[in-house]
């Protein structure tokens, strides 16, 4: 007999997920299914048995995937045509879980529109005349998430895709709908533990529903989820903080448009976390060129060369350097617009000329300026922490050891994390040479 399911609509928001229904073998001769499920989705039925004989003991059993031992979950007897509930010592009193249903025809195993926690493997075993696995079933929760949820257009975004248990035969990856758009400069990701992310840089509407989540066993494509997001055009005293690391390619796009009124004055303000006064970096009059105002970013602030339109005041800085963290601010005459918060990081290395390869390398990652709930985290080319810091206003920076040999094979990474979120990745390179 097959599994059945009871699916609901999908819901709306960023929670994804889908049944998928394989087989392997396992040393009992018996199947096991294994399937993917909804986070409070649909519900989820494990088929019991057909037959059984007067007197035959069952229990279904449940091994989550968060590795807390529950263990037996319900004893039952056949009695007729019907089974009954056993009392065993160590077994809960209630019937289950409020969220689990037990059919006392089939034996059937209902779990109500169950969440991550839920997440395991299902076995239904008979324990009397003899011992055997009747039904395996392994299930296991996805769940796809962004923060923020509605980011503002030019902002970030760090979407995660999150498995309950990841084997070895199964991969996470991220990978824009569209083909189309597979060789995209605007996005990294990395795998951590079970969750892959996505960090995808000044975000524009289209990006809203672009990018997917796919789950792949023996690279097959089990399983996909849509990480789908609402990108806010208003940007009328809309505020938001971007990271960027000092190195050759970094950018930062300072996006301000109205889709209301045109204006006939612009200005772009930079406020550098050292005290001093707002500086004004670019202006633009309507239908004139949009000048580059001071020497702190001479030929690197980037504009598009057309004249100011009255609404699109968006201009680029190309490479960004520490220096360049503070708050950005765009006014349309007296209209402000965009707020931004721009913090950066960058790598050095002491000393960059080790001679041997008994020398050592020190690899230090800093960050500008710390807000809330900031740590680094050193990254091997195994994808493995092999340091971290929770960092302060006076500790912005977290140092690392390492071999010279070792930092010619490896592949070295700084992450900076904020609220328990990736929101950057910097390799272990040098400063800019635009320095």
């Known amino acids: 007999m097959r599994p059945r399911f009871l699916c609901g609509s999908l819901p709306a928001g960023l929670m994804f997920g889908v049944f998928v229904f394989l087989l392997r073998p396992v040393s009992t001769q018996k199947n096991i299914h294994r399937m993917y499920f909804l986070d409070d989705g649909g519900d989820i039925v494990l088929n019991g048995t057909d037959n059984a004989e007067k007197d035959t003991v069952v229990v279904w059993e449940w091994k989550p995937h ?106 996470l990856h991220w990978r824009p709908m569209d083909s189309s758009q597979q060789n995209r400069s605007n996005t990294d990701q990395i795998r951590l533990n079970n969750t892959v992310y996505l960090m995808v840089r000044h975000v524009t509407v289209e990006d809203g529903k672009l990018y997917v989540c796919d789950v792949q066993e023996n690279r097959n494509i089990v399983h996909t989820s849509n990480g789908d997001f609402t990108v806010d055009n208003n940007l009328h005293e809309g505020r938001y903080t971007l990271y960027r690391s000092s190195t050759d390619h970094s950018e930062l796009h300072l996006v301000c448009s109205s889709y209301g009124d045109g204006y006939c004055r612009a200005v772009w303000s930079w406020t550098s976390h050292h005290p001093q006064q707002p500086k004004v970096i670019a202006s633009a009059e309507c239908s ?119 930092r010619g094979r490896g592949n070295w990474r700084c992450g900076l994390f904020h609220q328990d979120l990736p929101r950057l990745f910097v390799p272990d390179y040098q400063e800019p040479r635009g320095k």
């Open 288 to 406: 004139q060129p949009i000048n580059v105002k001071g020497t702190d970013f001479r030929n690197r602030l980037v504009t598009s060369g057309k004249p100011f339109d009255g609404k699109d005041f968006s201009v680029r800085i190309v490479p960004v350097l520490f220096q360049d963290a503070g708050m950005y601010a765009c006014f349309l005459e007296s209209n402000r617009f965009s707020i931004i918060d721009l913090i950066t990081v960058k790598v050095t290395a002491e000393p960059s000329d080790a001679v041997t390869e008994g020398d050592t390398v020190t690899l230090t990652c800093s960050v500008s300026h710390v807000t809330e709930s900031m740590r680094l985290v050193w990254i091997n080319g195994d994808g493995k922490s092999v340091g971290e810091k929770t960092l302060t206003v006076e500790e912005k920076s977290q140092s690392l050891v390492i071999q010279k040999a070792e």
């Open 66 to 171: 968060s590795g807390k031992e529950i263990g037996k979950l319900t004893t039952f007897r056949r009695t007729g045509d019907y089974w009954i509930k056993e009392k065993v010592a160590g077994e809960s009193k209630v019937d289950l879980y409020p969220e689990m249903k037990v059919n006392y025809s089939t034996l059937d195993l209902t779990i109500e529109k169950p969440t991550f926690k839920w997440a395991g493997i299902f076995t239904l075993t008979q324990t009397e005349p003899r011992k055997q696995i009747l039904n395996q079933y392994e299930i296991f929760g996805m769940k796809v998430e962004t923060s923020p949820q509605n980011p503002l257009l030019g902002s970030d975004v760090t979407l995660s895709c999150t498995i309950s248990r990841l084997s070895d035969t199964v991969n």
